[in-house]
Nanobody, 126 residues
Framework: QVQLAESGGGLVQAGGSLRLSCAAS??????????MGWFRQATGLQREFVAV??????HVYYADSVKGRFTISRDNAKVYLQMDSLKPEDTAVYYC???????????????????WGQGTQVTVSS
């Protein structure tokens, strides 16, 4: 398994922006073969899919609730989630996840991801 560490969460007003980062302990060459994803879990609710990006960055999928507002991207060492036009309903703990299988196509489901970070809190005030 790869170790993942999220950063960049915090408190922001509605309409604001945050950028989450996720660093992986794997070597750059290994990390480049992982599909990566972001998921979130609000208090009292189940963990839900937010966005995923394939190892090649050629395939990107978003939940309908964040489409047009959030952007997932990656470089050789990290995966990012740019969150714009934030809404109070985006408040949640955000988790980074890795799918080391690299099997295409990347699946936008928590069950496809075997490694998870500890999460970072995002709070959007109204």
């Amino acid at each position: 398994q790869v170790q993942l560490a999220e950063s960049g969460g915090g408190l922001v007003q509605a309409g604001g922006s945050l950028r989450l980062s996720c660093a992986a302990s794997a070597s750059g060459r290994t990390f480049s073969r992982y599909h990566m994803g972001w998921f979130r879990q609000a208090t009292g609710l189940q963990r839900e899919f937010v966005a995923v990006i394939s190892w090649s960055a050629g395939h990107v999928y978003y939940a309908d609730s964040v489409k047009g507002r959030f952007t997932i991207s990656r470089d050789n060492a990290k995966v990012y989630l740019q969150m714009d036009s934030l809404k109070p309903e985006d408040t949640a703990v955000y988790y980074c996840a890795a799918d080391s299988s690299g099997i295409e196509p990347v699946r936008p489901a928590a069950s496809a991801f075997g490694s998870w970070g500890q999460g970072t809190q995002v709070t959007v005030s109204s």
